[in-house]
């Protein structure tokens, strides 16, 4: 009779410890092989468990991804909201910029698990997914442009900024780099970027 080994048992968790589990491992599975390679069997296999184990937490795949984006939403949109600082000075618009830019590359950098699953949604990825996305890209989009409104308009009629338009760029440029980051690192020289993008809003300071 062939030998069949089980999977051990699960040893007994708390009840929030095993979703904190599950969520890490999920989170594991989406950074290091994409949304499409999640499925239960895969986020079980990760932790370590059975699949009745991750049954015993979510109903099913969706809710275990929501729970994830989540957690993930409230960490990252927190993370980001604090470094994008509102109001600076209109005089030091460009140098504001370009420390953001630095300390936005050092907040990926010291977690990048934290923005994979944000920033890296190639195919495969749910559409649910893509949705939650989207709109968390407006909230911080929206932030940029109450962040530059001021400060454009303390500068006078004699730019043509539109702050709205600006922070559109910013985010599509925000997004690209930070793919390359996670990436391609070695690909990205970030004093460039960080004097790029200040020095494109300093070329036309009147």
Not at 39 to 53: F, K, L, N, Q, Y
Request: hydrophobic residues 45%; aromatic residues 4%; without cysteine.
């Amino acid at each position: 009779m062939a030998d069949r080994r089980r999977r051990p048992y699960a040893p007994r968790m708390p009840p929030d410890a095993r979703r904190e589990q599950l969520l890490d491992a999920a989170l594991q599975v989406i950074a290091r092989d994409g949304y499409a390679a999640v499925s239960i069997e895969a986020v079980a296999r990760e932790a370590d468990v059975t699949r009745p184990v991750v049954y015993g937490v979510f109903d099913g795949l969706t809710p275990l991804l929501f729970a994830l984006l989540d957690r993930q939403e409230q960490r990252a949109l927190g993370r980001l909201t604090q470094t994008i600082s509102p109001a600076p000075d209109p005089a030091d618009l460009a140098g504001h910029l370009t420390r953001t830019v630095r300390e936005l590359v050092a907040m990926l950098q010291e977690d990048p698990q934290l923005w994979r699953p944000i920033f890296l949604t190639h195919g495969g990825t749910p559409a649910a997914v893509l949705e939650r996305v989207d709109r968390d890209r407006e909230v911080v989009r929206a932030r940029i442009q109450e962040t530059l409104e001021p400060a454009l308009a303390a500068r006078g009629d004699a730019t043509t900024l539109d702050p709205g338009i600006v922070s559109h760029a910013l985010v599509g440029m925000g997004e690209h780099f930070a793919r390359l980051l996670l990436e391609r690192p070695e690909d990205v020289d970030v004093d460039a970027l960080a004097a790029t993008v200040g020095g494109l809003l300093a070329a036309v300071r009147p």
